[in-house]
């Protein structure tokens, strides 16, 4: 059969993204046929988290499932999913520093955050050293503008937030972020000074996840969540913004078991102290 004949066949999993709207198809009838494919005159159908080649597509593959009244809905929902998407590249190609000013206002009207992370500390807790080897690495990685300077600066004053209104802060720490080495020694001797000083602040919780501790939740990859209003999560390559309350709700019921999983208080203090401890003395 042709390449652009070839149908793909898709687990029922990947497809609810486009096709829950769809009112009345089930899953067989959801699944891309050869004749669907045909008849759309697809040149190639992505099943990755359900993906059409062209836009233009869609409508006929609409017709062709007899799902026409649903066209416009699924339009805006691919739109919407491509609004999720941001890469990196393109996201930062103006510089650390308009990534960090950008998100100030989303900031400004939070509440309650809600933050995890597994691997480096979260923003909102960096020194600005620990920031400036953050911003270094990516710049290398991603190949990006150098504005470290400024983006520091930026992210400085984007931590005000900690310090005025009435928002809360919950922080859950897995205890690795305690030892992944970020810049020298003296980096993270002075990051790890900053989280014990932000930890007495009294609208902020902070928990740390032991690594031999007892866990309530598997859930891979750190995210943020932004009242009810959305969740931030990043990646390798890209960040996706997740604005739809079912998703905001999973990673909201996440979130209450990591923070079952963590320890509090002295506990924390005691493995923030065992891990500057470890810190092997300056050349």
Request: net charge neutral; with cysteine; aromatic share 8%.
């Amino acid at each position: 059969m042709p390449e652009g004949d070839r149908a793909t066949v898709c687990t029922p999993s990947v497809w609810p993204v486009i096709t829950r709207p769809v009112t009345g198809l089930s899953p067989i009838s959801v699944y891309l046929s050869h004749g669907i494919m045909l008849r759309c005159r697809a040149a190639r159908v992505r099943c990755a988290y359900v993906f059409i080649h062209r836009c233009a597509t869609l409508p006929a593959w609409c017709q062709a499932c007899g799902a026409e009244s649903q066209i416009l809905d699924l339009i805006a929902t691919m739109r919407a999913i491509e609004s999720m998407y941001n890469e990196w590249q393109r996201h930062l190609r103006a510089g650390h520093k308009h990534v960090q000013a950008s998100s100030v206002p989303l900031y400004e009207r939070t509440k309650l955050f809600r933050v995890y992370e597994n691997t480096v500390m979260p923003g909102l807790l960096h020194t600005a050293e620990y920031t400036a080897a953050i911003f270094r690495f990516w710049n290398e990685f991603l190949d990006l503008p150098g504005d470290v300077d400024d983006a520091i600066a930026a992210r400085m004053e984007r931590q005000q937030v900690l310090y005025a209104g009435a928002r809360r802060f919950a922080f859950v720490l897995e205890e690795q972020t305690l030892r992944t080495r970020v810049g020298d020694t003296g980096v993270m001797r002075g990051q790890l000074d900053r989280v014990l000083a932000v930890m007495s602040l009294p609208r902020v919780s902070l928990g740390i996840i032991p690594a031999s501790g007892e866990r309530h939740c598997l859930t891979q990859g750190s995210f943020w969540i932004f009242d009810e209003e959305r969740v931030h999560v990043e990646g390798t390559s890209a960040g996706l913004d997740i604005t739809q309350p079912r998703e905001i709700a999973m990673h909201v019921k996440a979130f209450t078991l990591l923070r079952q999983s963590a320890v509090y208080g002295q506990a924390v203090r005691e493995l923030i102290h065992r891990a500057l401890a470890e810190l092997p003395d300056p050349a």
